[in-house]
């Protein structure tokens, strides 16, 4: 039982870390990771995106893989959601792929309150 609330408890840390990504900008799992201090936990905070789908205020679109690619586009409803609501940020997709990701790319500041 304790395992579950650990990763709910995980879950609603990322949540807030993703909460803050700028309109415009995107950032990995692997930042969001490293910013909650848990730098090799990135496929973890895959699944905690994976399973925010429900929770409005959570911008899901806004986090990509360290490439810039959309790996996460299938879990968003309609065949290109993931990429209309980047585009609508002004964000330039080529391939599934962030065009200029270096400048679109925010980095989570490290919080001791995370």
Known sequence: MK?????DNFFE????????????KVTSYGA???????ARSARMV???????HNIEDVPA????????????KHH????NLMQQLLENEGIEIV?????DFEKHFWIPEISEQL
């Open 3 to 7: 395992k579950t609330s650990e990763n």
């Open 32 to 38: 969001i990771a490293k910013a909650l201090g848990a």
């Open 95 to 99: 391939d599934n792929q962030i065009v």
């Open 46 to 52: 895959g699944w905690a995106m994976n399973a925010s």
């Open 61 to 72: 679109h806004r986090v990509v893989n360290r490439k810039g690619l959309l790996s996460g």
């Open 13 to 24: 840390r990322v949540y807030e870390v993703v909460r803050q990504i700028p309109e415009g």
């Open 76 to 79: 968003f409803e309609g065949t």
